[in-house]
């Protein structure tokens, strides 16, 4: 996979894992926020769930 965005919660790097039935997990190791994404097509294609994970809307906090 290509560059993931970092924990939208404390900006720490993300990680994937894959659990039970497939299900794909992105994970920070730092605040600990797991995301998932209950869809089997997102699952089957870690390309497609890169993409899901990386489009979010960017806030600008000042």
Request: proline share 5%; with cysteine.
């Amino acid at each position: 996979m290509s560059r993931l965005k970092p924990c939208p919660f404390c900006g720490n790097e993300i990680n994937t894992h894959i659990g039970y039935r497939g299900l794909r997990f992105f994970t920070c190791s730092n605040c600990g926020s797991i995301t998932s994404f209950d869809k089997d097509f997102i699952n089957a294609n870690p390309k497609v769930a890169e993409a899901v994970w990386n489009r979010r809307v960017e806030v600008d906090n000042e």
